[in-house]
């Protein structure tokens, strides 16, 4: 190989890795999501569901759910919509002995940052059709997405009673 070829050659590789290199510093760098930071809101926001739900509110309770969202009571048919799970909270606070509440023990987000949960304990009460009041207790789990106007809407939400 001449020198001339050797030197074009040596040029060529120099030439090349600087571009490689220029355009990896010149490429958009992916956002760091702070996931600890979400989870602490996503536990925020859950505690205040738990406190809208302690005022009987259908309407305040069901506007913590997506419009599409699908909440999964416990014995009952799946909830599809916001409407739909709107009712659902409606007929337990119908029961005017029916309180509710619950608290987080769990939440993570995705590493996008688009998608998070909460679980935790819940323990509700009513009177039975025998005039005694029931206390029972669950699990839950809600899984959190982040809509386009940065507010964090419940897509799923499921609860169910711990075996007594």
């Known amino acids: 190989m001449s020198p001339f070829a050797r030197s074009r050659k040596s040029l060529c590789t ?3 890795m600087a571009a490689l290199l220029l355009s990896a510093a010149c490429a958009p760098k ?6 600890d930071a979400i989870a602490k809101q996503l536990t925020q926001l859950d ?4 406190k809208a739900a302690a ?3 259908a309407d305040s ?8 969202a699908i909440a999964y ?3 009952m048919p799946i909830a599809i919509g916001q409407a739909a799970a709107r009712a659902v909270w409606a007929g ?7 309180t509710i509440s619950w608290k987080t023990d769990h939440a993570g987000v995705s590493k996008s940052g688009d998608l998070g949960y909460t679980s935790g304990a819940f323990e509700e009460s009513m009177r039975g059709a025998d005039g005694v ?15 386009a106007d940065g507010s964090w809407k419940a897509i799923h939400d499921m609860w169910n009673y711990d075996a007594k």
Do not use: E, I, R
């Not at 992916?30 to 996931?35: Q, Y």
């Not at 505690?47 to 738990?50: A, C, G, H, L, P």
């Open 14 to 16: 120099v030439v090349g």
């Open 47 to 50: 505690d205040d569901w738990s």
């Open 30 to 35: 992916a956002a760091t999501v702070d996931t």
């Open 55 to 57: 005022t009987k509110n």
């Open 61 to 68: 309770v069901a506007s913590f759910y997506a419009a599409d």
């Open 133 to 147: 009041m029931v206390t029972a207790k669950g699990k839950y789990l809600c899984t959190w997405a982040l809509q």
């Open 92 to 98: 337990g606070f119908a029961d005017s002995t029916y």
């Open 73 to 75: 009571p416990p014995n």
